[in-house]
C-alpha cells in the first residue's frame, strides 16, 4: 500500500523515531545533570574556600590581639624579669604558708565548738578552708589572665570574692578562739592585740594576692 503522506512509516513528521528522540533526550538529560554537577562543585568549592578564608582571617586577628598584648604586657608589668616574677610568687607562697599557719590554732581550737565527733577533725576543717582559699586564688588568677576570641577579659572577680569568703570563715573561726580564750572578756586589751593580730595576717593575705594579680594580669586590647 503507497504511503500518500510521504514521511516514513512510524515517523513523526521531524524524520527521526520515538527510539532515537528517547535517546536524545536522555544525552540532554545527562549533559544539564553534568552542568549541575559543576556547579554544586563550584559552589562547595567557593563555600569552602570562604570558611578557610574565614577560620585564616580569625587566626590572624587572634595572633594579632596577642602580639598586641604583649607588647603593652612587657613595658609595663616587666613580664621578661623572670627573676622577679619568680621572686614575687616565692613571697605570696610564703605569705599564704605563714598566713595559714597562725590562723591554723584558731581553726583547730575553735573546731571544738562544733563538737565533731573526734578531735582530729579540726585539722581536716583547717585543711579544708585553706585548700579552698588556695583553689579561689589559683582559679583567680588563671582566669584573670585569659581573654577570649574578642579581646574581651574572662570573668573572674567572683573567685576572688569566694577567697575573700573562704578567709573571713577562717579569720572568724581564728578569732573566735582567741575570745575563747579570753572567755569573752571584752574589756580585756590582750584579747583585742590578739584579735587585731588575727586579723591583720589575713588582710595582709589578701593584698599580697590582689597586688600579685595585678601584675600577672595583662590588659585585654579589644580588636
Known sequence: ?????GRPKGG???GKSAKERIARAKREFEVEQHKADLDTKRVEAA????ASERKAEQAKRVHDLYVVQEEKRA????IDQRGTLILLASLAAIMFVTTAVL?????????VA????????GFL???????AILVFLLV???????????GTPVKAAQWFVAMIAASIVAVAASVYHVVDLYSFDWTSVDMWVGVGLRLTTTVFFVLVAKAVATVLFAKAVRL
Not at 75 to 78: D, G, H, K, L, T
Open 1 to 5: 500500500m503507497t504511503n500518500l503522506g
Open 12 to 14: 513523526t513528521g521531524n
Open 47 to 50: 563555600l569552602a574556600q570562604a
Open 75 to 78: 613595658p609595663q608589668f616587666q
Open 103 to 111: 590562723t591554723a590554732d584558731g581553726t583547730i581550737g575553735s573546731a
Open 114 to 121: 562544733a563538737r565533731y565527733a573526734f578531735p582530729w577533725f
Open 125 to 131: 576543717l583547717f585543711g579544708a578552708i585553706e585548700v
Open 140 to 150: 583567680y588568677y588563671v582566669r584573670g589572665s585569659r581573654i577570649d576570641h574578642d
